[in-house]
């Protein structure tokens, strides 16, 4: 499911369907849908881990510069106020990104502090992706429908709130943006066949 060809297919289908636009991983992925779709709203971003820091969404200057030049038109980052790899500064890296490369940025945070932080230091987009998958959070369960009013109310207007994680069903996505999400992001419950198989198979041996 990984190919890129998958992916773009995938993508393409999705954008044909009414998604206003597609979250990919990877420069191969963004690249791919990129030329496949070449009028598509794509955020980007890049997993990578390194050993001396949890943060893996897009953690760096080096990252952030291959998304871009991959295609993407929003770039998201791991907006956590957590240690990031080899020291690098989360102020510092939007700065640089908005003022060397002028690209927008999708900050992908675990809470109502760290969405307002992100968005003081220039991230015009805000997610919930991080909800549950953080030290701070992994007692919690996405989808991070209760983090969505305040950060409505808190965030300027020109701000895109959006949810993401744990979104499984349109009634789910219905009730974020009831809660004040701009925008949903459908991960697994669209592209998780491989899961979705596994899930029926077990089923019908129980």
């Known amino acids: ?104 940025l999708m900050a992908d945070v675990d809470s109502i502090a760290n969405g307002l932080k992100a968005a003081e230091l220039g991230c015009e987009w805000v997610g919930t992706t991080l909800y549950g998958y953080t030290e701070e959070t992994s007692g919690q369960t996405p989808p991070a429908l209760a983090l969505l009013p305040e950060l409505r109310q808190e965030l300027k207007t020109s701000v895109r709130l959006i949810c993401e994680g744990g979104i499984a069903s349109p009634e789910a996505a219905r009730a974020a943006l009831k809660a004040g999400a701009d925008n949903v992001v459908v991960g697994t419950a669209i592209t998780g066949v491989d899961l979705q198989v596994a899930a029926y198979c077990r089923g019908m041996a129980g």
């Open 1 to 104: 499911m990984r190919d890129p060809d998958v992916i773009a297919a995938m993508a393409e289908a999705s954008l044909r369907c009414g998604a206003v636009g597609v979250r990919l991983e990877s420069p191969e992925h963004i690249g791919a849908v990129r030329r496949r779709c070449p009028d598509a709203l794509i955020i980007g971003l890049w997993k990578c881990t390194f050993p001396d820091s949890s943060v893996y969404i897009t953690p760096g200057w080096r990252e952030i510069q291959a998304v871009w030049s991959a295609g993407a038109d929003v770039i998201a980052v791991d907006a956590t106020q957590r240690h990031r790899p080899a020291g690098q500064q989360l102020d510092v890296l939007i700065s640089r990104c908005r003022s060397e490369l002028r690209a927008p």
